[in-house]
């Protein structure tokens, strides 16, 4: 059983990257070998609309055919049992790396039928880890869950199965005070860190632990 966590945030120290350990850690319990991706150290670009992967009769059909760094993390991708994406929240979306990589991983495996299906081969768990600076009760009103919702509708459709895991109010700097930030009280910020971030990181662990259990300790 493979585990395979992509990390869209820049930071490969931080909330993020932080939990998505965790849920290999989860996933690794279970006996699953693990690989935590940062995609802020590849070079790629998003969906160029070249249709490749579309073209009936190529070679490339159902498969990206843009070469780059993303070409054998696809490859791994095909051979895995389990995916978690990471992600800050930047502007109401996911940051600007995972948008591209999604556009890529996913486009290849979409199928232009009614309804959409997928030339994915297999069904899969993910699962994707959101961060975000905002309390929870301000995500309905900014309007994120539309962007949100989309993505995980998108996953589940290609590869079967998908589950989210929110983390709100979490700590963007170590020290507010170099910062231009006074709508957040760096008190605060620092006691919901110390207080709520370990609940958050048992949560993701409770995340990788379950997506394996739905593999089976063997993988499919």
């Not at 966590?5 to 319990?29: C, F, Q, V």
Request: glycine share 8%; net charge neutral; proline share 4%.
């Amino acid at each position: 059983m493979n585990a395979i966590a992509i990390n869209g945030s820049p930071r490969k120290r931080w909330n993020t990257a932080l939990l998505l350990e965790k849920a290999l850690l989860g996933a690794k319990s279970l006996g699953a070998e693990t690989e935590l991706i940062h995609l802020y150290d590849l070079t790629y670009q998003g969906c160029i609309s070249c249709f490749a992967c579309k073209t009936r009769g190529s070679e490339s059909f159902g498969k990206c055919a843009v070469a780059d760094d993303l070409t054998p993390i696809f490859d791994r991708i095909e051979k895995a049992d389990i995916l978690i994406f990471g992600s800050p929240i930047y502007l109401g979306n996911v940051t600007g790396e995972l948008r591209s990589f999604l556009e890529r991983l996913v486009f290849q495996y979409l199928t232009y039928t009614d309804p959409p299906g997928s030339l994915f081969s297999r069904r899969i768990k993910t699962g994707i880890i959101y961060t975000m600076g905002i309390p929870e009760e301000a995500m309905a009103q900014l309007g994120y869950n539309q962007f949100l919702d989309s993505t995980e509708m998108f996953l589940t459709r290609i590869f079967g199965h998908s589950e989210a895991l929110c983390c709100f109010d979490t700590l963007q700097f170590d020290d507010y005070s170099k910062y231009f930030a006074p709508r957040f009280d760096p008190e605060q910020k620092m006691k919901r860190h110390e207080d709520v971030f370990p609940l958050d990181c048992r949560k993701a662990f409770e995340l990788g632990q379950r997506l394996a259990n739905a593999c089976g300790t063997r993988g499919t």
